[in-house]
């Protein structure tokens, strides 16, 4: 350590200001580190954009997922709206309050599914057809 105090001594010493070449380095890591995530994030744009559709479409046998289990169900909405309405059929609750809830939103799904059928049957009936989503 330069600048100790020395108590014998009295000299007056004043601070030099700091130059640009003392912060030189962390503006370029922190430069390299905004790079960095631009990059990433382009990089993944790209491929939910444009590289996601084609591999869904060539990759059958499921290389991608191999590779990485989140890349390969990203490839297909379908595969994971099957898992889900799977993990919901088979579903059990311990609790008989959550199985009361379950058994009452599946009850009100089916309402809802009569009630949509019932509209389409008006809907033709009065010369309309419904569109299938």
């Not at 590779?67 to 311990?94: P, W």
Request: glycine share 6%; hydrophobic share 40%; charged share 25%.
């Amino acid at each position: 350590m330069t600048g100790t105090c020395k108590p014998g001594k009295q000299e007056v010493k004043s601070s030099d200001p700091l130059a640009l070449e003392q912060f030189l380095s962390a503006f370029l890591l922190l430069m390299a580190g905004i790079l960095l995530a631009a990059a990433l994030l382009l990089l993944e744009y790209l491929y939910f954009r444009y590289v996601r559709k084609h591999l869904a479409k060539t990759d059958r046998g499921g290389c991608c997922a191999l590779v990485s289990l989140s890349m390969g169900k990203s490839l297909t909405f379908r595969g994971a709206v099957y898992e889900a309405q799977d993990i919901l059929r088979h579903h059990r609750c311990n609790d008989p309050i959550c199985d009361t809830h379950l058994w009452k939103v599946r009850h009100e799904l089916d309402l809802a599914r009569i009630r949509i059928r019932q509209l389409e049957k008006e809907m033709e009936s009065h010369g309309i057809k419904p569109s299938r989503r």
